[in-house]
């Protein structure tokens, strides 16, 4: 970036720049860290609070109905990344240009609430527990049901923008 002359008097708007002021890239640093550790705040709570219903409401109901695609697969893990792939699909599907959502909205609800509600570490977590317990049929289930629901989440999300 160049520097600015903020001594003329045609200047219209006098903007610092990295060159001439070092501290204002630390500054802009500093608020996108904390508008993603924000959003992350937010997708890791209500992650967990999803995450804790679907485990006990609708795991149990759906153990009850006896359904065999319950296998023991972490319903709550699957809804909280499908559901966090509808929303970074709805992100991803809105305009850029237009100022519908600014840079640092798409940075709070992308890499901070999406990457904060949905987890790819649990996911290999729990498949490596799967597999140790011989549940290899269930494994099997939950990656493609996770790959099939997320990649489906995400287009539905993308067009559910597109129709906004």
């Known amino acids: 970036m160049n520097a600015v002359d903020c001594t003329t008097p045609s200047t219209i708007r006098c903007m610092p720049t990295t060159r001439n002021n070092p501290d204002g890239a ?8 904390l508008i993603v550790g924000a959003g992350s705040f937010v997708g890791g709570g209500l992650r967990m609070l999803v995450s804790r219903y679907v485990d006990s409401h609708v795991a149990a109901a759906v153990a009850r109905a006896s359904v065999p695609a319950a296998m023991g697969l972490p319903l709550g893990t699957l809804a909280v990344n ?4 509808f929303a970074i699909g709805f992100v991803a599907g809105l305009p850029a240009a237009g100022g519908m959502l600014p840079p640092q909205g798409r940075a709070f609800l992308t890499t901070g609430f999406c990457g904060g509600f949905t987890t790819f570490s649990t996911f290999i977590s729990e498949n490596t527990s799967m597999m140790r317990a011989d549940n290899l049929t269930g494994m099997a289930a939950y990656i493609a049901a996770s790959l099939m629901l997320g990649f489906m989440a995400f287009a539905a999300g993308h ?4 129709m906004a």
């Not at 630390?26 to 860290?33: E, G, H, I, R, S």
């Not at 499908?82 to 792939?85: D, F, M, P, Q, V």
Request: aromatic letters at 12%; one cysteine or more.
């Open 159 to 162: 067009w559910a923008a597109r």
């Open 26 to 33: 630390n500054t802009a640093m500093l608020k996108d860290f």
């Open 82 to 85: 499908s559901l966090g792939c």
